[in-house]
């Protein structure tokens, strides 16, 4: 079965760090591009970043952008998202979420469960 | 505040028929960019519902379809069912922020 399953997610105070983890199963990771979205509690989705199947391209939106870094090892089957510098507008549920049938398209398919950040002293 | 506008509620009555819209701009839906629709029950992570402006996933009925014409999208809902109850959301990329984007998303009540 295809699936991702999100770990990581913490209480931290704000300006802290935490690391978020995403592992792949069922399919051959390697060869699909993947992404974080986030939703704060009772809001909408919100798009985070983007990474290429390589690693070699990635993107953020603006509200991340310097503060969080998105990585893969296509070894280990994984995807992370270091995130610095946490506000607490940062508090959400993160999603990892890729395109598996709908290739070219960029449609999200598949999603993890999701693990939640709070940021809050 | 979405790129990528939308109602923040629609309702109907059941066996009706619903539509939510999604209204962008030239920097993204307008600039031919495909546009996705997402179902996400209460508790539960987004499930794709049409992709590439008018294509259906296997699995999800066909009483669910979507358009696009110029600067908005749609995504028509036939028949409703009390379990159609939900959030809705769009997704399209965006040149000017050089990233994808969601609507704000659309809270379906059936009646």
């Known amino acids: 079965e295809v699936q991702l399953v999100e770990s990581g997610g913490d209480l931290v105070q704000p300006g802290g760090s935490l690391r978020l983890s995403c592992a792949a199963y069922g399919f051959t990771f390697s060869n699909y591009e993947v992404n974080w979205v986030r939703q704060a509690p009772g809001k909408g989705l919100e798009w985070v970043s983007y990474?290429?199947?390589?690693?070699?391209?990635?993107y953020y939106a603006d509200s991340v952008k310097g503060r969080f870094t998105i990585s893969r090892d296509n070894a280990r089957n994984s995807l992370y998202l270091q995130m610095n510098s946490l506000r607490a507008e940062d508090t959400s549920l993160y999603y990892c979420?890729?395109?598996?049938?709908?290739?070219?398209?960029?449609?999200?398919?598949?999603w993890g469960q999701g693990t939640m950040v709070i940021v809050s002293s | 505040q979405s790129v990528l506008t939308q109602p923040p509620s629609v309702s109907g009555a059941p066996g009706r028929r619903v539509i939510v819209s999604c209204t962008g701009s030239s920097s993204n839906i307008g600039a031919g960019y495909d546009v996705h629709w997402y179902q996400q029950l209460p508790g539960t992570p987004p499930k794709l519902l049409i992709y590439g402006n008018t294509n259906r996933p296997s699995g999800v009925p066909g009483r669910f379809s979507g358009s696009k014409s110029g600067t908005s999208a749609s995504l028509a809902i036939t028949e409703v069912q009390a379990e159609d109850e939900g959030d809705y959301y769009c997704h399209s990329y965006d040149s000017s922020l050089s990233g994808w984007v969601f609507g704000g998303g659309t809270k379906l009540t059936v009646l």
């Open positions: 990474i290429s199947s390589s690693g070699s391209s990635t």
């Open positions: 979420a890729m395109a598996h049938r709908t290739t070219g398209h960029n449609a999200y398919d598949i």
